[in-house]
């Protein structure tokens, strides 16, 4: 698989996942110390950001007018997404509050499901709106003083797959994913060494 490298205006590049803003200032606060970047990933043809939301978004704060770019081809099947599992800390707490707010929640007529150890836990009829229900459910436990982190390992609450063609089309509407719901793998090189920027 080729790519390219390129130099674009960040506000040209169509992000699809949201950003941690803590993430985002020690990403600003590097570019003015260094004034370097690792290159964002981005599909060839719509521009949407495959790789790079944090680094995108503190150009954009930054004002930078180019950045490099590799250009990719996102329909390759030498690019993948797999999945993140979010995994709670405290595992004794959390049963109780999963067991009480499934009671709420569950509903298996829904397309898309959210499971823990195969029982499903949230639906819905949007991909969109259960990973940020998803999203809204990691921040209260994080609430309630349980440490939530994504994981690669199937541990955890596992989420449905995110397609491609879903990725490019959110973008492309301006809509964004929670932060880290996508994992692009690729079996190929891309280039990670940080480039200069004109500071």
């Not at 390992?153 to 301006?174: F, H, W």
């Not at 079996?187 to 480039?195: C, D, Q, S, T, W």
């Amino acid at each position: 698989m080729s790519f390219t490298l390129e130099w674009l205006n960040p506000l040209d590049l169509k992000p699809h996942e949201d950003v941690i803003e803590s993430i985002v200032v020690e990403n600003i606060n590097k570019l003015k110390r260094f004034c370097k970047i690792v290159p964002i990933v981005v599909d060839r043809s719509s521009l949407t950001i495959l790789d790079g939301h944090h680094r995108h978004q503190a150009a954009v704060i930054l004002g930078l007018d180019k950045i490099p770019v590799v250009l990719v081809d996102y329909h390759s099947e030498d690019i993948k997404i797999e999945n993140w599992y979010l995994k709670i800390e405290n595992e004794n707490t959390f049963n109780l509050f999963i067991n009480s707010y499934l009671l709420a929640s569950y509903d298996q007529r829904k397309r898309y499901c959210a499971t823990i150890k195969g029982i499903k836990i949230i639906c819905d009829e949007s991909i969109f709106r259960l990973y940020w229900k998803t999203e809204h459910l990691k921040q209260k436990f994080e609430k309630l003083g349980l440490k939530a982190v994504k994981v690669t390992e199937p541990d955890g609450i596992a989420l449905p797959p995110i397609d491609k063609e879903t990725v490019i089309k959110l973008a492309s509407m301006g809509l964004r994913f929670p932060p880290k719901s996508t994992r692009h793998v690729y079996k190929f090189f891309i280039p990670r060494e940080e480039l200069s920027l004109k500071c």
